[in-house]
């Protein structure tokens, strides 16, 4: 069972930046960031695999957030400048193994407040 552990949220007023970052037990694939604010769905905020790159940036972040990961491939990084207080929400890493559909691993979440 891979680990993974989130850590760097907190609360920031608009217009701030908060950098996250989630910790693999070993190297998955391909790993995400999601959100889920309270009363809405979960979004899938940005994706990256290890063969294409950066495969997805949600709408909602576009310009704002860049995903990365380390040289080692087990640390993945969000960086989320001019945040916004839409952007409230907790904030989960996920990871998916090659041939996988969906994404099997989650960490444990990690809450982003964002104050007007």
């Known amino acids: 069972q891979v680990q993974l552990a989130e850590s760097g949220g907190g609360s920031v007023q608009a217009g701030g930046s908060l950098r996250l970052a989630c910790v693999a037990s070993?190297?998955?694939?391909?790993m995400s960031w999601f959100r889920q604010a309270p009363g809405k769905e979960r979004e899938e905020v940005a994706t990256?695999?290890?063969?294409?790159?950066?495969?997805h940036i949600a709408d909602s972040v576009q310009g704002r957030f860049t995903i990365s990961r380390d040289s080692a491939e087990t640390t993945l990084y969000l960086q989320m400048n001019n945040l916004k207080p839409d952007d409230t929400a907790i904030y989960y890493c996920?990871?998916?193994?090659?041939?996988?559909?969906?994404?099997?691993?989650w960490g444990q979440g990690i809450q982003v407040t964002v104050s007007t």
């Open positions: 070993r190297i998955i694939y391909a």
């Open positions: 996920a990871g998916r193994d090659a041939g996988a559909r969906d994404f099997r691993h």
């Open positions: 990256i695999s290890r063969r294409a790159g950066i495969t």
